[in-house]
């Protein structure tokens, strides 16, 4: 690394610094969100070693991006002391910039510009020319696995592609301490794992320090140390096995006999000794209050027809320890009588077939074809998962199924509605939840709600009894009068399933739902999600958090536009897993499928 000597002639080289690289020092700060004062930072202390990766996690709201901020200067602490490199990052903030590299969530590229334009743009701004420039860029395209697409707009690019041509900016001029804020949001797992093989090796490498939020907890498994924030404060900082170790003998496998992985766990989940349990695979993975006993052990296999084994704790089960210590199953959806969201009855009409009907539908863009001629269809009631990496045809999918975006080609029905002769009666329908936060970002909750509510036709007493019903189902009520744009991704997510729920549409099509939030918010997100099919909702879902996936009913796996392979999860593991694995999951069949397709 070379230091900017003009800014500070007295930085030790990296190499010579012993002492920590970023400390914290009784950081506190709030901030006001309309009527509401927030403490997002309250009494943070800890510090970072030098040559290690920590991983910051902690749910929505946990004061986790506003750290980053602080940590190089863009934030001023109300209270405490940040230092990097001995530097203080409120009064030295140019001296420390000018060492650090942060990747915020939204990363800067310049989509009408080219991949090479993008990393000449920033090569200027940090002031590298000549050979190295040229040396540095050819590092980095090779590294980040764009060498053959430095002509594409970055407009073009898939997710990953995105993440890592935006990393690749930031690493121009190799940093002392990277800050990555959520770096693999929105991103499949064949790119998760690119990028973390990037940022590890490069840590490693180069004897960098980082600090990377992460609402992942596979990977923040992968740190050296971990911190976890909640409600501004630290909970709990240590390396990953150390936390582990405290839940050692509390985690468990249930194999269901008799009955579904699905409704294995919702039986489990009622148990006064089980704190959380999750789909895994074929079976049901649980969290213990503790270490169950043989009497107990016996006693639940024979009450809920399962086998049970002694499992090792993942990260996971000590976040939910931690955020939600006495919760045994997260809240599901609750309808009164004045807002009870679809009865079997006004359902039968679509019982009889398919509810969307996809038929040979391609579309296609300039010379582009972003789908390829793809048959399936969704029956009532049931949850369909559509998987697939960036760039796969998911989105583009969608958006012909809600009416946004006519097919090129090929025949698309949904609740019975042509969407070729009908596109607008259909979506009266239908609800959407986009991948991106689509919503009024300048209205307020309330005011969003009002709106949608509005153009859904709702008027009077039944608008203010949705309305109603959304702000305390959603846990939005103390956040109805904040600015939409300003709210943390979590609430941003359930006020737009609130939204899309609010006219209780027969199909609900969710682009990535849960893309960004915690653990606890997921299984919330999908308690509602089970609870609305139970209904008779069709739900069709994207999603790049495979575990989630065993929770659909069917799923298709989709590569380059095309349906690579279609079948519930059970289907798919057994003909798709390699025989290694001792627990097959969606994701080692999907992983296995991605690499077999030619690219």
């Known amino acids: 690394?070379?230091?900017?000597?003009?800014?500070?002639?007295?930085?030790?080289?990296?190499?010579?610094?012993?002492?920590?690289?970023?400390?914290?020092?009784?950081?506190?700060?709030?901030f006001?969100?309309?009527?509401?004062?927030?403490?997002?930072?309250?009494?943070?202390?800890?510090?970072?070693?030098?040559?290690?990766?920590?991983?910051?996690?902690?749910?929505?709201?946990?004061?986790?991006?506003?750290?980053?901020?602080?940590?190089?200067?863009?934030?001023?602490?109300?209270?405490?002391?940040?230092?990097?490199?001995?530097?203080?990052?409120?009064?030295?903030?140019?001296?420390?910039?000018?060492?650090?590299?942060?990747?915020?969530?939204?990363?800067?590229?310049?989509?009408?510009?080219?991949?090479?334009?993008?990393?000449?743009?920033?090569?200027?701004?940090?002031?590298?020319?000549?050979?190295?420039?040229?040396?540095?860029?050819?590092?980095?395209?090779?590294?980040?696995?764009l060498s053959n697409f430095t002509r594409r707009l970055a407009k073009n690019l898939s997710g990953g592609m995105k993440q890592k041509l935006g990393l690749a900016c930031v690493l121009i001029k190799m940093p002392v301490l990277l800050l990555l804020d959520e770096p693999t949001v929105g991103i499949d797992p064949v790119s998760r794992r690119e990028l973390w093989q990037i940022i590890t090796g490069l840590v490693k490498s180069n004897g960098s320090t980082a600090l990377i939020s992460t609402a992942y907890l596979d990977e923040a498994e992968k740190c050296d140390e971990v911190v976890l924030l909640h409600n501004g404060k630290v909970l709990a900082t240590g390396s990953p096995s150390q936390l582990k170790e405290k839940l050692h003998?509390?985690?468990?496998?249930?194999?269901?006999?008799?009955?579904?992985?699905?409704?294995?766990?919702?039986?489990?989940?009622?148990?006064?000794?089980?704190?959380?349990?999750?789909?895994?695979?074929?079976n049901v993975r649980f969290l213990a209050k503790h270490s169950l006993n043989e009497s107990e052990q016996q006693s639940i296999e024979t009450q809920f027809q399962c086998k049970i084994s002694s499992t090792?704790?993942?990260?996971?089960?000590?976040?939910?320890?931690?955020?939600?210590?006495?919760?045994?199953?997260?809240?599901?959806?609750?309808?009164?009588?004045?807002?009870?969201?679809?009865?079997?009855?006004?359902?039968?009409?679509?019982?009889?077939?398919?509810?969307?009907?996809?038929?040979?539908?391609?579309?296609?863009?300039?010379?582009?074809?972003?789908?390829?001629?793809?048959?399936?269809?969704?029956?009532?009631?049931?949850?369909?998962?559509?998987?697939?990496?960036?760039?796969a045809g998911k989105s583009t999918t969608f958006r012909m199924l809600c009416g946004l975006l006519p097919p090129t080609s090929g025949k698309l029905k949904v609740a019975g509605v042509d969407l070729l002769h009908a596109a607008a009666k259909a979506r009266e329908r239908v609800g959407y939840v986009s991948q991106k936060?689509?919503?009024?970002?300048?209205?307020?909750?309330?005011?969003?709600?009002?709106?949608?509510?509005?153009?859904?036709?709702?008027i009077g007493n039944n608008q203010k009894e949705k309305i109603d019903w959304a702000l305390k189902q959603f846990d939005l009520l103390p956040f109805k009068d904040s600015v939409s744009g300003t709210l943390p991704l979590g609430y941003k997510q359930r006020l737009s399933m609130a939204c899309a729920l609010m006219h209780e549409p027969d199909v609900l099509f969710l682009d990535e739902p849960t893309s960004g939030v915690d653990p606890l918010a997921r299984r919330e997100f999908w308690s509602w999600i089970n609870e609305l099919s139970q209904t008779g909702v069709t739900i069709m879902v994207t999603t790049h958090f495979l575990e989630e996936a065993e929770y659909c009913d069917r799923i298709a796996i989709m590569a380059e536009g095309e349906i690579l392979a279609i079948g519930s999860p059970s289907q798919i593991k057994k003909e798709y897993c390699s025989a290694r694995a001792n627990i097959p999951t969606v994701e080692d069949a999907f992983i296995e499928l991605i690499k077999k397709h030619p690219s």
């Open 1 to 30: 690394m070379i230091y900017p000597k003009q800014l500070n002639q007295n930085i030790p080289p990296a190499t010579d610094y012993d002492d920590p690289v970023l400390r914290y020092d009784s950081v506190s700060i709030c």
């Open 32 to 145: 006001t969100n309309g009527k509401l004062t927030i403490k997002a930072l309250d009494n943070v202390t800890f510090e970072l070693k030098k040559g290690t990766i920590t991983g910051l996690i902690g749910p929505d709201a946990a004061g986790k991006t506003t750290l980053l901020r602080i940590s190089c200067g863009l934030l001023k602490p109300g209270h405490g002391k940040v230092t990097v490199m001995g530097m203080d990052a409120t009064l030295q903030s140019q001296e420390v910039q000018s060492i650090v590299g942060y990747m915020p969530q939204k990363f800067g590229l310049y989509e009408e510009l080219t991949v090479q334009e993008n990393l000449e743009l920033y090569a200027d701004l940090q002031g590298i020319v000549g050979k190295a420039r040229e040396i540095r860029f050819n590092e980095l395209l090779k590294l980040a696995g």
């Open 249 to 282: 003998g509390r985690t468990y496998f249930a194999a269901p006999l008799g009955h579904s992985n699905k409704g294995l766990r919702k039986l489990l989940c009622s148990h006064p000794v089980i704190q959380d349990a999750i789909v895994f695979g074929n």
């Open 312 to 391: 090792t704790p993942r990260l996971e089960d000590f976040f939910v320890t931690q955020i939600q210590p006495e919760c045994n199953n997260p809240k599901g959806l609750s309808f009164n009588s004045s807002a009870k969201i679809l009865t079997s009855k006004k359902h039968e009409s679509l019982t009889a077939g398919p509810v969307i009907e996809v038929s040979n539908v391609s579309r296609k863009f300039n010379n582009f074809y972003a789908v390829k001629g793809i048959t399936f269809s969704v029956h009532y009631g049931e949850i369909f998962g559509l998987l697939g990496a960036n760039g």
């Open 437 to 458: 936060f689509s919503l009024y970002s300048n209205l307020s909750v309330l005011e969003n709600l009002r709106f949608y509510s509005s153009a859904y036709g709702l």
